[in-house]
């Protein structure tokens, strides 16, 4: 099976053949500009030292600061961290944002980990990469495992590092201590638009839709709600990493809140059927909504999805073998380089607040991430309808023509 890392540079290779981009300017593009891997030691709460491995890759800067989340899992690895900070430059460059790409995580179980313990792991995980961050150079932001708390950390160890506050640093923060109005739901707010301006375009509507929801945390768990309550929709099934929950007739998303906070895990919860995340896959839905991990539609599965669009919330959930079947099959992917970067986009107006000093009203968030994703999701449905409908490949010949052609202007030093 490809890695995620070589599925990412295969779909920069499909965008690259249609821009006649050259074989030695392809690696130019390509190739992450830092790569940095650190040992972060934590001395646990019995006593030991325990060390954890951790990574930051600033994949491209010609557009602006490096700019991407930190995920806490214990599957994480260089290479993974590599195809995310990739995905981060192409994700930026689609909504036309003034960043590049940059992603970190470190190899852990937040769930084995105490409040102290996580707090000490991310100052000194913070520490390490200082040499790499900053509001001008890199700037982190939430992804698996990690919150606004997490960023709270990260942006106080920096300052006292530097004797004084630097709000910038990092987005994704409470609103207390300078983050901003809407980024909480950022990420769902996205998709829901991106779906909204798809829903138009293909004459698909969402009041009623049947949705099936794979992932329940900051994305998966909000798109649920925003689904539900404000546009209509009916979610039918959710699911987490302990497996899900379905009811034909749409699951109550409150009471599957609940017992995710009370027990974990949506397994059962409002009284739906038990199922498991392949079950979740192949189930009879209007709208499919991957929000956990990569690898979840892969070759072997994608011929049983049922649902006429898939929305990805998570970062590369389909293996590149399966678009060709799902394309095959007529159903339209939006795809996660689009769909998802609602959260990066409300990163950008915390970087921008913080920056001028100023907060902006919920209304004025709400008012700019529209705008932003309408016009991400027009030129890309512009570059789909010119070539063959794919709209992963038009997002991606989107957001490389618009980093080459930096890399163009600005010229190469020295
Ligand atoms: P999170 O940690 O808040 O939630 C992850 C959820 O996925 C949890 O409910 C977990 O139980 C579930 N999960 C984990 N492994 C699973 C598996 N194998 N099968 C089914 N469910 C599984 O993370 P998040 O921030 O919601 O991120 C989810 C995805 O969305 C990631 O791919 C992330 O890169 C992407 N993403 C997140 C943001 C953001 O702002 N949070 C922005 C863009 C993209």
């Known amino acids: 099976m490809m890695t995620f890392y070589e599925m990412v540079q295969r779909n920069f290779h499909r965008a690259a053949d249609v821009l006649g981009i050259s074989d030695d300017f392809r690696v130019v593009l390509l190739r992450p500009r830092r790569q940095l891997i650190v040992s972060v030691p934590v001395r646990m709460d019995d006593g030991r030292y325990c060390v954890f491995e951790g990574y930051r890759v600033n994949h491209c800067v010609v557009r602006g600061p490096a700019k991407g989340g930190i995920r806490f899992h214990p599957s994480v690895t260089l290479d993974e961290v590599r195809a995310l900070a990739t995905l981060m430059t192409w994700k930026c460059a689609v909504l036309d944002l003034p960043f590049g790409g940059g992603k970190g995580g470190v190899a852990v179980d937040t769930k084995t980990l105490s409040t102290r313990e996580l707090e000490a792991l991310t100052r000194r995980y913070a520490t390490e990469i200082s040499i790499l961050i900053g509001p001008d150079t890199d700037i982190p932001a939430p992804d698996m495992y990690t919150d606004e708390r997490v960023m709270a950390w990260i942006m106080d160890t920096y300052s006292e590092h530097h004797g004084h506050q630097v709000l910038g640093v990092v987005t994704g923060k409470p609103i207390s201590i300078g983050g901003s109005e809407g980024r909480l739901d950022a990420t769902a707010r996205g998709l829901v638009l991106a779906l909204e301006a798809a829903s138009r375009r293909l004459r698909i509507p969402l009041v009623d839709a049947r ?196 890399y163009r202007i600005r010229g190469l030093y020295p």
């Open 211 to 406: 949705v099936a929801v794979q992932g329940f945390g900051n994305a998966g768990r909000t798109v649920s709600h925003i689904l539900a309550k404000e546009v209509g929709a009916k979610i039918v099934a959710v699911s987490d990493s302990q497996g899900g929950t379905y009811c034909a007739k749409g699951l109550d998303v409150s009471a599957v809140e609940r017992q995710k906070d009370e027990e974990g895990t949506v397994l059962g919860a409002a009284g739906g059927d038990r199922i498991t995340n392949e079950d979740l896959l192949g189930l009879d839905v209007d709208i499919l909504i991957p929000a956990a991990m990569e690898h979840s539609i892969t070759a072997e599965n994608a011929d049983r999805i049922r649902a006429r669009v898939i929305a990805e919330a998570a970062n590369g959930p389909t293996d590149i073998e399966a678009d060709p079947i799902l394309s095959h099959n007529g159903k339209i992917v939006i795809p996660d380089i689009l769909a998802s970067a609602g959260g990066v986009t409300v990163s950008y107006f915390e970087w921008v607040q913080n920056h001028q000093g100023l907060r902006w009203e919920p209304s004025e968030v709400k008012r700019r991430l529209k705008k932003k994703m309408e016009d991400a999701f027009t030129d890309v449905y512009e570059v789909a309808r010119r070539n063959s409908g794919d709209m992963r490949l038009a997002a991606y010949v989107l957001a490389v023509s618009r980093v080459s052609e930096a």
